[in-house]
């Protein structure tokens, strides 16, 4: 892409989208600049070649894609200390959790595309679920965005009211599976399987389950078929789970998670 890049809030998140983009050779380093106050812990990136600074107007000023990714209670201090330079040139892209589009138009007020995005913690390593809304965007600024968020995992085009849900079920969702992942080595353990090995095949058979999914655009029903023979072990410990309220358990930490966002 030839469009320079300024990541605004150069933590955890912020991090991890720069090192994906240059991974995934979407930009070149030196087209990106990231920031944040102490850039001491930034070292890595300014050694490959990426542009650090404390100084987000500067940041903003040379660069046409903006990403917002500070904490939901920086947003306004972080955004104020920008505005200024941003012109009808720029995309703006909030990362932020909770933030709508429009409290971000109400800060910088001027007319530019607006996006808000959810990416998960897979976006260090390109195998992020990002879902996306925006406002007073064109075609080809989507197609940015897109593209952008395509180097770095899967993307969806969402409806911003379904923003918490996407939090939940994208972002949240990778804590109920790495307990999934977890309960599955301890019984690993447990049927005699070390640590290690009963947590590489325990990762290794989640990731499978899911590329089958994804690749084959299968329903999970049809792929348990074809693991369930008759009177057959899978069987009889899936209807043991089941019986113990496995599906009902996770639809409703599903619910319970939402319930909690949508009402703070
Ligand atoms: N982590 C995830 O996977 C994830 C997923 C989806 C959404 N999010 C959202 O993304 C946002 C960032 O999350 P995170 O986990 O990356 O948080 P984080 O690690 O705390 O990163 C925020 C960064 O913002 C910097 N910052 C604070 N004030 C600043 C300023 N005035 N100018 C420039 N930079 C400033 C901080 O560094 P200094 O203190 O050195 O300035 C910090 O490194 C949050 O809103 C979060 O809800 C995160």
Known sequence: MNKKIAIIGGGNLGTAIAEGLLKSKFCKASDITITKRKIVTLENLKNMGVNVT???????????????????????DVLNSFKKELTTKHILVSV?????????GEIVKMKLPLFRAMPNTAIAIQESMTCFSFTNA???????????????GEVVTIDEKLMEAATVLGACGTAFAMRYIRANIQG??????????ASLIAAQTVKGAAELLLQ????????IDKVTTPKGCTIAGLNEMEHQGFSSSLIKGIAVSYNKIAKS
């Not at 903003?60 to 990714?69: F, Q, R, T």
């Not at 064109?138 to 770095?152: D, E, Q, W």
């Open 216 to 223: 084959k655009g299968s329903h999970p029903e049809q792929e």
């Open 188 to 197: 690993g353990i447990e049927i005699g399987f070390d640590a290690a090995t």
């Open 54 to 76: 404390s100084n987000n107007a500067e940041a903003v000023h040379k660069s046409e894609l903006v990403i917002l990714a500070v904490k939901p209670y920086q947003v306004s």
């Open 138 to 152: 064109s075609t080809a600024h989507i197609n940015v965005v897109k593209n952008l968020f395509s180097t770095l």
């Open 96 to 104: 932020v959790t909770g933030v709508l589009i429009s409290e971000i």
